[in-house]
T-cell receptor
Framework: DGGITQSPKYLFRKEGQNVTLSCEQN?????MYWYRQDPGQGLRLIYY???????QKGDIAEGYSVSREKKESFPLTVTSAQKNPTAFYLC???????????FGSGTRLTVV | DQQVKQNSPSLSVQEGRISILNCDYT??????FLWYKKYPAEGPTFLIS?????DKNEDGRFTVFLNKSAKHLSLHIVPSQPGDSAVYFC????????????FGKGTKLTVNP
């Protein structure tokens, strides 16, 4: 079955540590996206990539980094520079924006 | 600057009645609109979409209406069911080359039995 997989589902991190969230898709979609959801804030775009080896900053990129070495994979690193990293993180992919996104099931990151 | 606005953070409806979720947009370039439904701790799932060449699109209990002159769209759910309780996001794009969807902040719908 084609889909988009985020792992892990829950992640705990100590303050000051970097952590990488995984996102893999087997839908053959060119575009991939990372969003963050906080209560009352909706979905805020962190980074997106239209093609391998290229990515653009979204609205809240500070404190995050990404790579796109393979079409299937778009990992997100939450660095120690991110001031409020505790949130629900969503990865999505798309063959074309007008067809909408397919979302993963999300990763809940908690800083302890 | 919010280009897609969902002004009601929450909505409560009785089971069997109609739910109407509203969405306004400011960018006149938008010509394609989508609704997503999201349960807690899960990713959003696509619900229904509409192109600006139409003013209505129906899929079972879900109907989306588009009023281009008012830059307003609404999602109607009839009849509402308890399983419809979720957060609903409105999103917009334009056919000229949007690289990403622009989302509203969402409306939390609660359908009471």
């Amino acid at each position: 079955d084609g889909g988009i997989t985020q792992s892990p589902k829950y992640l705990f991190r100590k303050e000051g540590q970097n952590v990488t969230l995984s996102c893999e898709q087997n839908l053959n979609h060119d575009a991939m996206y990372w969003y963050r959801q906080d209560p009352g804030q909706g979905l805020r775009l962190i980074y997106y990539s239209q093609i391998v080896n290229d990515f653009q900053k979204g609205d809240i990129a500070e404190g995050y980094s990404v790579s796109r070495e393979k079409k299937e994979s778009f990992p997100l690193t939450v660095t120690s520079a991110q001031k409020n990293p505790t949130a629900f993180y969503l990865c999505a992919s798309s063959i074309q924006v007008l067809y909408g996104y397919t979302f993963g099931s999300g990763t809940r990151l908690t800083v302890v | 600057d919010q280009q897609v606005k969902q002004n009601s953070p929450s909505l409560s409806v009785q089971e069997g009645r109609i739910s109407i979720l509203n969405c306004d947009y400011t960018n006149s370039m938008f010509d394609y609109f989508l609704w997503y439904k999201k349960y807690p701790a899960e990713g959003p799932t696509f619900l229904i979409s509409i192109s600006s060449i139409k003013d209505k699109n129906e899929d079972g209990r879900f109907t989306v209406f588009l009023n281009k002159s008012a830059k307003h769209l609404s999602l109607h759910i009839v009849p509402s069911q308890p399983g419809d309780s979720a957060v609903y996001f409105c999103a917009a794009a334009w056919q000229g080359g949007s690289e990403k969807l622009v989302f509203g902040k969402g409306t939390k719908l609660t359908v009471n039995p």
